[in-house]
């Protein structure tokens, strides 16, 4: 199978430090198995995506010299394919409406484990799982269960138990907008990707993604989470917390930076970035599995 990857930002705000470390790593996996590198703005979110902002990282990308290989795919185009899956799922019992709301969703979770954690999402009850009882339905959800086991490239082998650890978790939300779970299984399949460069943040994400994965009959591609960047207070750096936009007046002097956090010295002095980029990719070669 041609290896074929992909660096997926959500539009919400400019490439950071740490959206260029998962982007960099995935280009230079794709260069390093002689493959190819797709660009996907998941812009599904909408209300959350300011406009102009898919564009504005797509001119960060390249003035950093990551080029894509194909034109860049955006989820907000896509509804129809996602709506087919979810049909999909339901048809074979594997999704079902929901009509709880999200207070009585917390009731229900405290009610039953208690006091609800300050962070992360709330474990599911199953509340609709035998039906709405009349009710309308608000969400789709997929009916998880088993454990899921895995192997990551670089954490080795991992395993969860989704319908303890996570629940049924949302295909379709209330507001009609499309969860970054089935849209992500979708998006990866039809795209034909082969492996999954991103960061470790996202590693919990996973077994929802290789669950949907099996109960829609797609392939599952191999998974690589690189290391996090963290801010000063050691949380991970991100667009929530208020990361500062990757200043590109030296894309070299980013790339070098970026190039370190994945554990790559580059050598010193002024080249392009163009230059840079092809010293890395050996190195990189050299020590991935």
């Known amino acids: 199978m041609t290896y074929r990857g992909r660096f997926a930002p959500s539009p919400t705000g400019p490439l950071h430090a740490g959206s260029l470390v998962a982007a960099l790593a995935s280009w230079l996996d794709a260069r390093a198995h002689d493959g190819h590198w797709l660009v996907r703005i998941e812009d599904v979110d909408l209300p959350r995506c300011p406009p102009g902002t898919g564009e504005f990282i797509l001119g960060q990308l390249a003035a950093l010299g990551l080029h894509a290989d194909e034109p860049p795919l955006w989820q907000s185009r896509r509804g129809a394919l996602y709506q087919q899956a979810l049909q999909r799922l339901i048809a074979a019992g594997a999704a079902y409406g929901c009509a709880c709301t999200r207070a009585e969703i917390a009731a229900a979770y405290e009610a039953r484990f208690g006091p609800r954690p300050k962070?992360?999402?709330?474990?599911?009850?199953?509340?609709?799982?035998?039906?709405?009882?009349?009710?309308?339905?608000?969400?789709?959800?997929?009916?998880?269960?088993?454990?899921?086991?895995?192997?990551?490239?670089?954490?080795?082998?991992?395993?969860?138990?989704?319908?303890?650890?996570?629940?049924?978790?949302?295909?379709?939300?209330?507001?009609?907008?499309?969860?970054?779970?089935?849209?992500?299984?979708?998006?990866?399949?039809?795209?034909?990707?082969?492996?999954?460069?991103?960061?470790?943040?996202?590693?919990?994400?996973?077994?929802?993604?290789?669950?949907?994965?099996?109960?829609?009959?797609?392939?599952?591609?191999?998974?690589?989470?690189?290391?996090?960047?963290?801010?000063?207070?050691?949380?991970?750096?991100?667009?929530?917390?208020?990361?500062?936009?990757?200043?590109?007046?030296?894309?070299?002097?980013?790339?070098?930076?970026?190039?370190?956090r994945l554990g790559l010295a580059l050598s010193p002095g002024p080249r392009p970035a163009s230059e840079l980029l092809a010293e890395a990719v050996p190195l990189w070669r050299a020590r991935q599995p």
């Open 119 to 260: 962070h992360g999402e709330l474990i599911y009850p199953g509340t609709c799982r035998a039906g709405t009882r009349g009710r309308p339905v608000r969400a789709w959800r997929f009916r998880a269960q088993g454990l899921i086991a895995w192997q990551d490239r670089r954490l080795g082998a991992q395993q969860q138990d989704l319908a303890a650890e996570v629940g049924d978790f949302v295909l379709q939300r209330a507001d009609g907008l499309w969860a970054y779970q089935l849209a992500v299984v979708v998006d990866d399949a039809e795209q034909h990707i082969s492996d999954v460069v991103r960061g470790e943040d996202l590693a919990d994400n996973t077994p929802r993604q290789i669950a949907l994965q099996r109960a829609l009959g797609l392939p599952t591609p191999h998974y690589l989470h690189t290391p996090l960047v963290l801010a000063p207070d050691g949380h991970k750096l991100s667009k929530q917390n208020g990361a500062a936009a990757l200043d590109l007046a030296d894309p070299a002097a980013r790339l070098r930076e970026a190039a370190l």
